[in-house]
């Protein structure tokens, strides 16, 4: 099967909900009816419901960047994957490493909410990275390994078609560093590799792993070109609709 590149926005905490339709407005304009690669938009939680009747019938899907697990009920503060859904959400980001490091999210956590996603019909984004430390202890693939294996846990071949990995080293994050393509590219076969083993070689050939960090309209075409790169997840350079646009238009090599 082709995987469909996927490239998404991750806007963090950034723009109110009248800027977020203006964005969304603007970006629908400059990529038309593009369909070659799947565009996802990841605005914050108030902005969701705005952004999702601006896109309606357009080709642009909508992402939220975090949920809880549990359905409905006394937890202050959460929103549930049944409530994405019901506002227009195809994708929820789960386990990027700002939640990790600043929200006490752990693989546990992560492997809950993935499998609340799955259940409401919503495709989980799983991210997924190391630190610098880890890194230059040698234990990237170690790390990401068991973060995906957890992540995954419990889940069958049913989910295979759903599931999207995103891969963000943390060092390269927010800094301006991004990973070679070469760098990034070994830890993706090694993930691929992996999904083999939980999945079957053919799901793990379906599925779509994203590389994160520093992603910017100078280094996306490169980035692209590596065989087990499927899109990307941008924070940054999703913030502004003509360098969005021009990732989400990737020139191929
Ligand atoms: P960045 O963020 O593109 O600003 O490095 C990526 C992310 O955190 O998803």
């Known amino acids: ?30 990529l038309g009816d593009w369909k070659e690669t799947e565009a996802v938009v990841a605005p914050p939680f108030m902005a969701l419901a705005p952004v999702a009747e601006c896109l309606k019938g357009g080709t642009i899907a909508l992402a939220a960047q975090n949920c809880f697990w549990e359905e ?17 959400c195809r994708y929820v980001i789960i386990g990027h490493s700002e939640r990790r490091a600043y929200f006490g ?16 019909g919503l495709q989980p984004i799983i991210c997924v990275g190391e630190s610098l430390e880890e890194r230059e202890r040698g234990d990237t693939v170690q790390i990401v390994e068991r973060q995906v294996k957890e992540g995954l846990k419990g889940l069958d071949e049913t989910a295979v078609p759903s599931i ?9 994050i927010g800094t301006g560093k991004t ?7 070994e830890v993706h076969a090694s993930i691929r590799g992996l999904l083999s083993s939980i999945f079957n070689p053919e ?3 379906d599925i779509r792993i994203q590389y ?5 309209p100078g280094n996306v075409d490169e980035l692209m070109a590596q065989p087990d790169i499927d899109g990307a997840l941008v924070g940054g350079a999703s913030l502004d609709v003509e360098s969005f646009a021009r990732i989400v238009r990737f020139e191929k090599k």
């Open 203 to 205: 799901g793990a050939q």
């Open 179 to 185: 990973a070679t393509p070469e760098q990034a590219q």
């Open 1 to 30: 099967m082709m995987r469909t590149p996927i490239m998404a926005g991750n806007w963090k905490m950034h723009k109110t909900a009248r800027e977020a339709v203006d964005f969304v407005t603007n970006l629908q304009k400059e």
């Open 72 to 88: 409905q009920g006394a937890y202050t503060g959460e929103v549930s994957a049944p409530m994405l859904r019901d506002v227009g």
């Open 164 to 172: 999207v990995i995103a891969y963000e080293p943390l060092w390269a």
């Open 212 to 216: 994160g960090g520093s992603v910017k």
């Open 105 to 120: 999210e752990t693989d546990e956590t992560v492997n809950k909410k993935v499998k609340a996603v799955l259940s409401s």
